[in-house]
């Protein structure tokens, strides 16, 4: 079964740093693109930012600063290094896998489960 695992979600203050972490099971996904999306209570999910396989990056704009999306191939691993952290960016972090570097969530057919990032004021 294909699976990607997000990994380092929490409670923590406004104005600390979190990195996030996803690593697939069942498939390497080496080709693919991966992305880290969000969704907060009450609201649709949301793109934050994904990365090729050759290290190329793509943010959205409110997420382009504060967020840093990074990924090492030898060990499959895509991280999210999120600073500064705002009440704002409590969300379940899901982490996901296409064949495109784009924002559009129905272009990416691998979902992981999502890591809840709780920031208190």
């Known amino acids: 079964q294909v699976q990607l695992v997000e990994s380092g979600g929490g409670l923590v203050q406004a104005g600390t740093s979190l990195t996030l972490s996803c690593i697939p099971s069942?498939?390497?996904?080496?080709?693919?693109?991966r992305g880290w999306f969000r969704q907060a209570p009450g609201k649709e999910r949301e793109f934050v930012a994904a990365?090729?396989?050759?290290?190329?990056?793509f943010y959205a704009d409110s997420m382009k600063g504060r967020f840093t999306i990074s990924r090492d191939n030898a060990k499959n691993a895509v991280y999210l290094q999120m600073n500064s952290l705002k009440p704002e960016d409590t969300a379940v972090y899901y982490c996901?896998?296409?064949?495109?570097?784009?924002?559009?969530?129905?272009?990416?057919?691998?979902w992981g489960q999502g890591t809840q990032v709780t920031v208190s004021s």
């Open positions: 996901a896998a296409g064949p495109s570097l784009v924002a559009d969530r129905g272009r990416y057919p691998f």
């Open positions: 990365v090729t396989w050759s290290g190329g990056t």
């Open positions: 069942g498939r390497t996904f080496s080709s693919f693109a």
